[in-house]
């Protein structure tokens, strides 16, 4: 078992009624967990304290030269009135890989797991507001590891710190599937091969803002990248993942690019392949051009695009624009086939249909 440190000075605050959309990012919950690891030490207990500032060195080789990854998971408030979170294993899975693309310690599974079990226990009163008018609302989980170490050698830091931090959100664009535009970009590019596109490393974020302004000022709300090599091949949108359908109703082909190096290997990627097979449709990785995006939209053929993430869950994609080009997917709305991946999805986070074995963690009363 985990040793774990509570701070017994940390509040607990109930949300009476918390807002029906709160801003992404922005509401967060009243505690977090902490923990440190040192080359003689290894990893320390977890703590659990209240949310609050972080003592840092200015010297901090995190903040210098970005050694620092992360994850995001959630926790839903299931129709039994308990609190599951999603696939967390396959996170703690992912942030180790990610931990060991730039050259820190991994985290231990169950660290990371007992850290999920003590921060959500803590603090999933606040979801005690999901009801009718909030449907959509759940924990938002962001782990991370950094060089904590006060050194500016250019060398990996030889110590490192833990963080688990909450918010409470909706859905990362509103709180239902609604299309939104999406703009290609032909300038930037998001991850190389043999970079870190594969990873959730945070130096990946900050580079694409510029795209998603540019994205912006042509009236969309996301950036779709291509590849770096060729510039053709469509990789992702923003920070997630893309999906194609072809056809229409029972025969429906649900298409993803490839896993390569340059895409994150999306936890929500992978549920929505293993659901749309469970729900009868084909499922493929195949590249996708984006002139043949374009021309199988034209065709009929791309009835349906739609993105997914752990903040997005399944977006549908309603317009593309691409240099002087426009193009509408479908009918501009949501497809049949991205509604039904979306709500077997949501289903199986909030209790309404049977999740497969491993997929949630139930967690345990606040110690």
Known sequence: MTDIVTDRTARTTVAAQAP?????????????????????????????????PLPMSPAMVGLHYGQVVFEGLKAH?????????????????????????????????????????????A??????????????????????LYASEAHLGLRPAREYAFLLIAFVTGGFFADG??????????????????????????????PTYLAQ????????????????AERRWVEELGGMNLF??????????????????????????????????RLGYETREERVAVDQWRAECAAGTITETFASGTAAAVTPVGSVRHGDAEWRIGDGGAGPVTLALHNALTGVQTGRSPAPDGWLRKVPPRR
């Open 20 to 52: 029906k959309s709160p801003e992404f990012g922005a509401s967060f919950t009243a505690h977090m967990v902490t923990a440190s690891w040192t080359a003689d030490g290894g990893w320390s207990p977890l703590v659990l304290q209240p949310h609050g």
């Open 123 to 144: 603090d999933q009163d606040e979801l005690q507001h999901v009801g009718p008018n909030a449907p959509a609302l759940s924990l938002y989980l962001r782990p991370l």
């Open 244 to 277: 194609f359908v072809r056809g229409r109703g029972a025969g429906a082909q649900v298409v993803t690019p490839p896993l390569g190096g340059t895409l994150l290997p999306g936890v929500t990627r992978d549920s929505l392949l293993h659901l749309a097979t």
């Open 177 to 206: 599937p609604e299309p939104v535009p999406v703009w290609v970009s032909t300038r930037h590019h998001r991850a190389a091969p043999g970079g870190t596109g594969a990873v959730k490393f945070a130096g990946n974020y900050a």
């Open 77 to 121: 408030r299931r129709t039994d009135g308990t609190v599951s979170v999603f696939r967390p294993d396959r996170h703690a899975a992912r942030l180790a890989e990610s931990a060991r693309r730039l050259a820190i310690p991994p985290l231990p599974e169950r660290l990371f797991l007992d850290a999920v079990d003590l921060l959500v226990a």
């Open 213 to 228: 302004e540019e994205a912006a000022r042509a009236g969309c709300r996301q950036v779709v990248w291509l590849d770096a």
